[in-house]
């Protein structure tokens, strides 16, 4: 199992910037991906941008340019610092770990969740 702890969110205005991190303890595999997803109310939980343990990122379009995502693998901890943030951008936002062997998926865990809200 793993346990993740998610750090961060809150209100802002348009324009401004916000940083969510999450700490991932328990049984971690070298091979894993640490991402963040959101859902807004109605929608589905869509991919906001993802770090692979070598390092490679991906990102939805949409956050482009914006969002950068990080992590720490010494500390087990992924970070995703928000800039230029937009009323759209207003969600849930879940910290997601899968874990891997090889090629094969082990596990997929989530974080609680953490409110953003983006006011106009």
């Known amino acids: 199992q793993v346990q993740l702890v998610e750090s961060g969110g809150g209100l802002v205005q348009a324009g401004g910037s916000l940083r969510l991190s999450c700490a991932a303890s328990?049984?971690?595999?070298?091979?894993?991906?640490m991402g963040w997803y959101r859902q807004a109310p109605g929608k589905q939980r869509e991919l906001v941008a993802i770090i692979t343990s070598g390092g490679t990122t991906n990102y939805k379009d949409s956050v482009k340019g914006r969002f950068t995502i990080s992590r720490d693998n010494a500390k087990n901890t992924v970070a995703l610092q928000m800039n230029s943030l937009k009323p759209e951008d207003t969600a849930v936002y879940y910290c997601?770990?899968?874990?891997?062997?090889?090629?094969?998926?082990?596990?997929?865990?989530w974080g609680q969740g953490t409110q953003v809200t983006v006011s106009s």
């Open positions: 997601n770990f899968k874990r891997y062997s090889g090629v094969y998926l082990l596990g997929d865990y």
């Open positions: 328990g049984n971690i595999r070298s091979v894993n991906d």
